[in-house]
């Protein structure tokens, strides 16, 4: 069975700031990791994902999230936060045994000016 | 041209009524999807079409019904509307099942408030 657990559901950061968002899963075989972004009144967006192969993935908007087995942990970056980065951050796993794919509960970013 | 589109995006409607909620995808995916978000952001996946077979039905009072004419449509009727089903609705699709490596593309979203 797979779960996936997000640390913090608020984070704060300064303009500028570095943006880590943690994500830890559980999953019995190799999982299929995902970070979707949703912006105020919007649906969710893909950000990044990790199947196979390199562990740091980049996606769009800057940031990036590395695959570590050891941890099960896929943690999202930004080296550098936005005022436009304010948002809902959903980690989620799937794993391609079932008809199952698992959100977070997600992560609200606020970024100070 | 939008990928997932629903339609309405605002719905406000009284207690007892019924109500549908439309989705169309021209993705051409197999899979489909009804999410519910509650007022904390939690996204529970109530409903899932696989090529119009039902794959996935969550412990969804019988209130809710998903329709899927072809598999490009997915729609959610919902009878007797109550108080609790206030929330924002979700559809989604894949071009694999529940479980693949491409994720799945959302809609913008339906905003039901019942008064």
């Known amino acids: 069975a797979q779960s996936v657990t997000q640390l913090g559901s608020h984070v704060s950061v300064s303009e500028g700031a570095l943006v880590l968002l943690r994500c830890n899963y559980s999953?019995?075989?190799?999982?299929?990791l995902f970070w979707y972004v949703q912006y105020p009144n919007q649906g969710l967006q893909l950000l990044l994902k990790?199947?196979?192969?390199?562990?740091l993935v980049k996606g769009i908007n800057g940031f990036e999230a590395e695959f570590k087995k050891s941890e099960t942990s896929f943690h999202l970056t930004k080296p550098s936060a936005h005022m436009s980065d304010a948002a809902e951050y959903f980690c989620a796993v799937s794993a391609n045994t079932g008809n199952q794919f698992y959100f977070g509960t997600g992560t609200s970013l606020t970024v100070i000016p | 041209d939008t990928a997932v589109s629903q339609t309405p995006k605002y719905l406000v409607t009284q207690m007892g009524n019924d109500k549908s909620i439309k989705c169309e995808q021209n993705l051409g995916h197999d899979t489909m999807y009804w999410y519910k978000q509650d007022s904390k952001k939690f996204l529970k996946i109530m409903f899932s079409y696989n090529n119009k077979e039902l794959i996935i039905n969550e412990t969804v009072p019988n209130r809710f019904s998903p329709k899927s004419p072809d598999k490009a449509h997915l729609n959610l009727h919902i009878n007797s509307l109550e108080l609790g089903d206030s929330a924002v609705y979700f559809c989604a699709s894949s071009q694999d099942g529940p479980g693949g490596r491409n994720g799945y593309t959302f809609g913008s979203g339906t905003r039901l408030t019942v008064v």
């Open positions: 990790y199947t196979t192969g390199a562990t």
């Open positions: 999953s019995s075989v190799p999982p299929y």
